[in-house]
């Protein structure tokens, strides 16, 4: 690993891979009655290729470090699903193609990954350096059986190589189709009359919401099931469930919160606590020894932080007083991250941005993962630093042949030699000197200065002041409930689920409102992929798992504890199987255009059987006949899209009634009273934007399509649906 990067790390300045331990799914949980023989290590089939177990838990563990525990376990099972799906069908059709992949190719993708936009991963002109990336990983590679931490930074890594390989099989496989596209003049002629041309309309318009308030009519579960029936392709669905659930959050009172408070503000003064005497935070001296102490007593809920930080990394409430306050100052009360705050200015300081060039010298016994080209001991490694920095000082410009002869930094062959630092932070007590030689050496002069590695030679040749960081000491007190809170929460749970033992859905909320919880129906919750709303707990995964264990019934309940010491009722109010959607399930998706469909063919029959003219149509519906210019990809009328309306004005015979319009927002009757060709303009410059819209369509299209024709076996119910409970 470059020299650059064992610095970093060590001062809390690396952005990497955080290593996470690998979710285990164990097999002593798994519901045995619904494998069916099944291996419990394939996961899936895609096309007959199977998707193990073991894929399936390192790209979820790939995934989780990604949103570092934002997201729920279950949604994120649903990501991993979808995204192995879709390599193993881009891998499957990439070989059957006869394409190659290289290596180059693969590391090459890495240069559009956000994970790699940091300052360790770029050259000096700040663009993404592929060697040093790939130097990282070979080092990795070589170095995974050093220890369990190096072991997991591996793993995390060839996860990433294998969806980098993945990203540049579809470049390629995909942009192949989009190369090969075309058009002709007559297709360009087409679209680009459709977007200037226009037509002059007069319109009547039935509104479907102005209607209905005045006849109003009734959407059944059979008009809802009919729409399905109708379309579906839209609405085939997977085996999901229907839960009532509420949620009494672990919450603290206002009489927890100020008893809270009123111990975090003793600590203000000099107090007594438990016989002790504690001295008064503002008159503190050692900051760290003084919070270390209160913390290991549980007096308060926080570490000494020893970093320095800018204004945007400090919570909202103090930015202001930060860049006013004294040293030693101490701020209002403040809520952050759940706990009443109380911080003490204690460091600040401008920041330089520092650009330098280096030579690493190193030696051989020097413990560092870092090995000189020939070895040496430390004597003879401080002998060549000492010489090479009277050479450099005495001639600057041998350093680009110098750099490449004698550095023992790997990654001098993609950097050159040259490092990007800041003084934002205290160096550790090994690297003291050479924050001092950054913050202190004139530009230009070339210095030795030992570190735990080797020796740097190296001088500065740029300093820029980039701003100010402070250095706070801050007490916090968690703000959490009391026992008796908590004890009431708990019995309140408990006596709702005695209540609704039993009873029906609509009971459940019946008794929730009557006694001011507020209960939830979520319905279509799929077994992956799903988040339980307004929740926001710890609690989804097991909630879900447990709705889906082969052993539910419909009407069950369950008490689940969240980490937060709240309370979930949870109630299973349906249990579909799979196949079409239920109206219930859709019901709220589809109500209003399946209302308007009904309301269009009772007002399209009315005004196709009477035949009457704009005027009187007006009249008789209560409406005003209006006017509009529209053009056939732009129909927008009194700011609704009609596409059909669209489609009607260019389609029939200037100055002819058309036949009622089942619109989107109401049913329209148009006369065309004139169409005006617009100006073509530039018809190569349109041909190219029609060309790069084609060519970025066709990816998702093509993705559809393999979807579409792909037999895809999904045993994840089967295989990981374990309830920790039961």
Do not use: C
Not at 78 to 85: D, E
Not at 202 to 223: G, I, M, R, W
Not at 450 to 466: L, M, N, S, W
Request: glycine share 8%.
């Amino acid at each position: 690993m470059a020299i650059l990067g064992q610095i970093r790390k060590r001062n809390g300045l690396l952005i990497g891979f955080v290593a996470v331990a690998l979710l285990l799914f164990l097999l002593g949980g798994i519901d045995w009655s619904r494998l069916g023989g099944k291996d419990p290590n394939v996961i899936g089939k895609v096309n007959n290729q199977v998707i193990t177990r073991q894929e399936y838990n390192n790209q979820l563990n790939f995934i989780q470090n990604q949103y570092q525990g934002q997201v729920p376990l279950n949604f994120l099972e649903g990501q991993v699903w979808n995204t192995l799906v879709q390599n193993t069908l881009i891998k499957q059709k990439f070989n059957s193609s006869g394409f190659i992949l290289t290596d180059d190719m693969i590391w090459n993708a890495a240069r559009n990954s956000n994970i790699f936009n940091s300052p360790q991963y770029k050259d000096k002109n700040g663009n993404i350096n592929v060697q040093l990336i790939k130097q990282q990983f070979e080092q990795l590679e070589q170095n995974q059986n050093a220890n369990s931490e190096l072991s997991q930074m591996y793993q995390q890594f060839l996860e990433l190589k294998n969806n980098l390989s993945v990203q540049a099989m579809y470049r390629q496989y995909f942009g192949s189709y989009g190369a090969g596209l075309l058009t002709n003049a007559n297709e360009v002629d087409i679209l680009l009359g459709n977007r200037v041309n226009s037509a002059n309309i007069e319109y009547v318009k039935v509104d479907y919401n102005a209607y209905q308030s005045k006849h109003p009519v009734k959407v059944t579960d059979q008009d809802l099931q009919n729409y399905i029936n109708a379309h579906k392709t839209l609405f085939k669905i997977d085996e999901n469930r229907t839960l009532d659930y509420v949620y009494f959050p672990g919450t603290a009172s206002s009489s927890d919160k100020k008893q809270i408070l009123d111990q975090l503000n003793k600590l203000l003064t000099n107090t007594i606590i438990d016989g002790d005497t504690i001295q008064a935070f503002g008159t503190v001296k050692n900051d760290s020894l003084y919070i270390s102490k209160l913390s290991s007593d549980q007096l308060i809920d926080n570490d000494f932080n020893p970093i320095y930080r800018a204004e945007q990394q400090l919570p909202q409430a103090i930015k202001n007083w930060v860049k006013t306050a004294a040293i030693g100052q101490v701020s209002s009360v403040y809520e952050d991250g759940g706990a009443y705050v109380y911080s003490k200015l204690i460091g600040k300081k401008n920041v330089d941005s520092i650009q330098g060039k280096n030579i690493l010298i190193s030696f051989t016994d020097s413990g560092s993962q870092l090995k000189p080209k020939t070895p040496r001991t430390k004597e003879q490694a401080k002998a060549q630093a000492d010489q090479l920095v009277q050479q450099l000082n005495a001639n600057p410009n041998d350093f680009s042949k110098l750099v490449v002869q004698y550095s023992d930094d790997p990654g001098v062959s993609s950097n050159g030699g040259v490092i990007k630092l800041t003084t934002a932070q205290d160096f550790k007590g090994e690297y003291k000197g050479l924050q001092r030689m950054l913050e202190s050496s004139p530009l230009g002069k070339y210095e030795v200065v030992e570190i735990p590695e080797g020796y740097f030679v190296i001088a500065i040749t740029d300093r820029k002041p980039v701003g100010t960081v402070y250095k706070l000491a801050d007490i916090a007190k968690n703000i959490e409930p009391s026992e008796a809170t908590v004890d009431l929460v708990r019995k309140q749970a408990n006596t709702f689920i005695q209540n609704i033992n039993g009873k029906s859905s609509q009971e459940f909320h019946n008794v929730a409102k009557a006694q001011k919880f507020n209960a939830k129906q979520q319905r279509g919750i799929l077994r992956f992929g799903t988040m339980l709303e307004g929740l926001g707990t710890d609690k989804d995964s097991d909630i879900i798992a447990w709705a889906f264990n082969s052993k539910r019934n419909l009407g069950d309940t369950e008490l689940f504890i969240t980490g937060d010491q709240g309370y979930i009722v949870a109630r299973v109010s349906s249990l579909f199987s799979g196949g079409l959607a239920d109206p219930s399930i859709v019901r709220k998706q589809i109500e209003t255009t399946v209302r308007n469909e009904l309301l269009g063919k009772i007002i399209a029959d009315k005004i196709n059987s009477s035949n009457q003219s704009l005027d009187q149509l007006a009249k008789d519906f209560q409406t005003t006949k209006e006017q509009a210019n529209i053009t056939f990809d732009n129909p927008s009328i009194g700011g609704s899209f009609e596409p059909k309306v669209g489609g009607a004005a260019f389609g029939i015979k200037p100055n002819e009634k058309s036949k009622a319009i089942e619109g989107k927002t109401g049913v329209y009757v148009i006369i065309t009273k004139s169409i005006t060709k617009g100006d073509s303009g530039d018809k190569k410059t349109f041909k190219e934007q029609l060309m790069s819209i084609y060519s970025q369509q066709m990816p998702n299209l093509l993705l559809q399509t393999l979807y579409q024709e792909a037999k895809i076996d999904d045993y994840r119910a089967d295989i990981l649906n374990f309830n920790p409970r039961n």
